[in-house]
């Protein structure tokens, strides 16, 4: 399953090369590929349809002004969007943590996981490529996957986790270490060195 | 920190969790440590396929097309000349200066490929027996919009030039006549002269096809950056989900341009950045679903060409 990931990658660096060039089309065409999940991510953060479109537009404005600064060799086009997008996120998250944010996140239960059936609409590839990566979430221990999922669904630092989880920091930082180790072998084996 | 103790911080770093000593600490430590900077990508990428237990959402086609417009206006903002510049040195406007887009000088939009999809449309049957147009004497009134275009939020706090752009908008739904008288008061402005005068500018007149006979379009066209502006009227008003698209021909291939929607008195405005590098396009407005196409399928409004 390896060649649509390489090939992926290959487009979409081409694309963002061409960005740093002006070139408005291939934003466009970069848009239409990549905002649905950069929308749904944000979407899953906020927990606001309103903040969710806002963050986006910021998002799309700060990919098509620092396109340049985007080096192939340091890593994938998407994971570059993705932590983009999560980072405006988590910054607004801070900026405008409400008391009811707070509350929500501080209970520390992570939402139910979304259902399968929502991803049938994208193409088959991305669909197959989410099947891969929800079965290898669900082989990691409980407690492994939901501190993932906190740290990175919902923003949740360290400490903010240990607190809501009621464990020490050593704990988290050794379960997040052993999660997303796991889940990198699980994936590069199902996927192919340079997965999603 | 020994060396273990950074390693054991890279996974809460690949998801965000590391909170601010402990990401200091392990960002002075990344430099010089390649092992680390490889483990990080590798833990950064598996923690981003997280995104993939997400659905994801569509946004609005509204949004698309706002997002893409101010894309659009964040490259003309970086472009060389800069309308509103020219109206700062004369002092003809009180107003702050436009902030300049952040990101320094960005190079011109490259072309894109040729579309190798000929299709049987109405477009290019015109194409085949174009009209030789000839140059457009609503120059001046051009001159007016590409002021206007990056300058209308300066000139909203400006009343009486906001009076007199209201003024010069309506006469503009005249016939060239009028246009044409209108040329004198303008070009006497140093800073419209000075525009025109710009190598490269280009400026085209559009007239209206079958759906529209009287519709009408000038169009400035700057082929040293592509930027390019429009002004329409007597456009009928777009269905639901349908704009109107801009589209640059060269060498009998129509390469497309931005969306736009006629007001409701049939009057509409783009500006936009085509392709350069096209010293005698033509021009073409058709109508196609809202969010534009590749290739142009809807029929013929507008038509044109530089000279």
Known sequence: ??????????????????????????????????????????????????????????????VWQQARSFDPARGRPF????????????????????????????????PPETARAEWVDETAIRAE?????????????????????????EGMSQSEIAEAKNQPLGTVKTRTRSGLKKLSETLSVRLGRQFA | MRHEDYKQLL???????????????????????????????????????????????????????HILERVRAAGLAEAPVDPSEA?????????????????????????????????????????????????????????????GATTLSLWGRNQALSAEVSRLYDRLRATEGELAGQREQLAS??????LLAAPGVRVAELTGKQPAPGARATLAYDHSTGRALVMATGLPP?????????????????????TFKADAEGRARLSDRLPQGFSAPAFAVTLEREGGVPAPQGDVYLLGSAS
């Not at chain 2, 402005?189 to 000075?194: F, L, N, T, Y």
């Open chain 1, 1 to 62: 399953m390896s060649l649509p990931n390489q090939q992926t990658d290959a487009e979409d660096a081409e694309l963002l090369r061409a960005v740093a060039r002006g070139d408005e089309s291939a934003f466009a065409r970069l848009y239409d590929r990549y905002a649905p999940i950069l929308l749904g991510l944000l979407l899953r953060i906020l927990r606001s349809r309103a903040e969710a479109e806002d963050v986006l537009q910021e998002v799309c404005l700060q």
């Open chain 1, 79 to 110: 994971t570059w969007l993705v932590t983009l997008a999560r980072s405006r996120a988590i910054d607004r998250l801070r900026a405008v943590d409400s008391r009811e944010r707070a509350a929500q996140r501080s209970a520390g239960d992570a």
């Open chain 1, 129 to 153: 490529r989410a099947e891969v990566v929800r079965t290898a979430l669900e082989e990691l221990p409980e407690e492994q996957r939901q501190v993932l999922v906190l740290a990175y669904l």
């Open chain 2, 11 to 65: 996974a809460l770093e690949a998801v965000g969790a590391l909170e601010s000593d402990e990401r200091g600490a392990l960002h002075g430590h990344l430099p010089s440590c390649a092992e680390c900077r490889e483990e990080l990508r590798e833990l950064t990428d598996a923690a981003s396929a997280l995104v993939y237990t997400v659905a994801p959402v569509v946004p609005p086609p509204a949004l698309r097309e």
């Open chain 2, 87 to 147: 109206l700062d040195r004369s002092g003809a406007l009180g107003g702050s200066r436009r902030a300049a887009a952040s990101g320094g000088g960005r190079t011109p939009a490259v072309a894109p490929e040729p579309r190798s999809v000929l299709r049987g449309f109405s477009l290019w049957q015109l194409l085949a027996g174009r009209p030789a147009l000839g140059f457009g004497a609503a120059a001046a009134a051009i001159a007016v919009l590409l002021l």
């Open chain 2, 189 to 194: 402005a140093r800073d419209v002269s000075d």
């Open chain 2, 238 to 258: 777009c269905p639901a989900g349908h704009a109107y698209q801009l589209w640059l021909i060269a060498d009998k291939k129509p390469l497309p341009g931005g």
